[in-house]
């Protein structure tokens, strides 16, 4: 560390009242002007220690806990150095045999028409991420895809495509500015407190995905009719909630189940009444075209309609989608919702 002048002391604003202190007050002044500098130095070594983070592990398991001292590195940078920027990683290394394994298996049930193993598999694939992202590329025949269809819709999961590049091999980071890089993690391992139990050290080579809990999450989606809808998919909002999170969501525009039939169209609230030739306005207990939403992939569905604003929605991601029956073909239109979350985990851009 430089020495400090005493006539540098103006130029620190928080002790500028320190100048000319009188003869009695040396020792006192420069215990101060170090004791300063020092804290400084500390909070800056410690910016990421104590942050909560979420480890998904290569073996499928999820751990949460406060970030000890040490963290890792972002092509070459200290993570404390972005504490304030950093949302999530996705590391990219080979996958193990069990998620070589799972990745299969997984293929092959989004390819199927059995609705409960599809959308367990989407889910499970999404959160594996990039060692997915070959074999999804290879699981593609030019045979004319048309949506809504999961497997194709799938790539846009694991890999958007301003972050996409040629080199499959670099890790995925994701900053809160929107920006992604591509690059290296590198660290031996990361030390976390977990919550309600004791410190443990995770290799890095167990890690697939980690991210950092945020105080505040603040996006708007665009949810189309046809594409998220109750029968086909629901949209993957990219956030993760816990127990205290809360949810807030405002949506607006309209949907219509029936092409130029006004009686069928609807506002995120639904049908008030049957539509035309129907003798009711609900479908699976929520109104036709109603915005609904759900805590994880086999998660109960909810009201969201025009604004929502809850706590203890329960654990997980949050999806979104617009109530409809098996007649979906007919649909269009949209809806855009702001969506804010509290206390929450963003894993990735909404899908």
Same mark, same amino acid.
């Given at each position: 560390?430089?020495?400090? /002048?005493? %006539? ?11 100048? /000319? ?21 500390? #909070? *800056? ?22 970030? $000890? *001292? ?5 092509? %070459? ?16 290394? @080979? ?8 990745? /299969? ?13 599809? @959308?367990?598999?989407?889910? =499970? ?7 997915? &992202? ?34 499959? $091999? ?8 929107? !920006?992604?890089?591509?690059? +290296? ?7 976390? #407190?977990?919550?309600? %139990? ?23 989606? =665009? ?9 086909? =998919?629901?949209? !993957?909002? %990219? ?31 639904? &049908? ?27 998660? #109960? +569905? ?10 203890? &929605?329960? =654990? ?12 979906? #073909?007919?649909?269009?239109? $949209? ?6 979350? $509290?206390?929450?985990? @963003? ?5």
């Amino acid at each position: 560390m430089s020495k400090i /002048n005493p %006539g540098d002391i103006r130029n620190i604003p928080m002790l500028r009242h320190l100048v /000319n202190p009188g003869p009695a007050r040396p020792l006192i002044l420069l215990a101060l002007i170090w004791g300063t500098i020092a804290t400084g130095g500390v #909070q *800056a070594q410690k910016a990421m220690s104590g942050r909560t983070i979420r480890l998904f592990t290569r073996d499928g398991k999820v751990l949460e806990g406060s970030l $000890s *001292a040490g963290g890792f590195t972002v092509n %070459g940078t200290p993570s404390r150095s972005l504490s304030e920027t950093l949302l999530s990683i996705n590391l990219a290394a @080979d996958a193990s045999q069990r998620e070589s394994e799972r990745i /299969n298996a997984d293929i092959t049930a989004v390819q199927s028409t059995d609705r409960a193993a599809r @959308d367990t598999a989407v889910a =499970e694939l999404t959160e594996i991420g990039l060692p997915a &992202l070959t074999p999804v590329l290879n699981a593609y025949k030019d045979r004319d895809l048309r949506e809504p269809d999961p497997l194709y819709r799938l790539f846009g999961r694991l890999m958007p495509g301003y972050a996409d590049a040629v080199d499959r $091999s670099l890790d995925l980071i994701r900053m809160k500015n929107g !920006d992604a890089m591509r690059g +290296r993690v590198g660290a031996e391992s990361l030390t976390i #407190q977990l919550l309600g %139990g004791s410190e443990t050290k995770v290799p890095l080579s167990s890690i697939r995905s980690l991210a950092l809990r945020q105080a505040k999450i603040e996006k708007s989606l =665009e949810l189309h009719a046809l594409r998220h809808c109750t029968q086909i =998919e629901f949209l !993957d909002t %990219g956030v993760i909630i816990g127990a205290k999170s809360r949810v807030e969501a405002t949506a607006a525009g309209y949907v219509r189940l029936s092409f130029a039939i006004d009686g069928w169209a609807s506002d995120p609230d639904g &049908l008030k009444v049957p539509g035309p030739n129907y003798k009711t306005n609900l479908v699976d207990g929520f109104p036709f075209g109603a915005l609904v939403g759900k805590i994880g992939v086999s998660g #109960q +569905r909810f009201i969201v309609g025009r604004h929502l604003d809850k706590t203890g &929605l329960g =654990e997980g991601r949050l999806y979104l989608a617009v109530n409809d029956n098996t007649h979906w #073909q007919n649909n269009i239109g $949209s809806f855009r919702v702001k969506l804010r979350v $509290s206390d929450a985990y @963003d894993v990735g851009d909404p899908q």
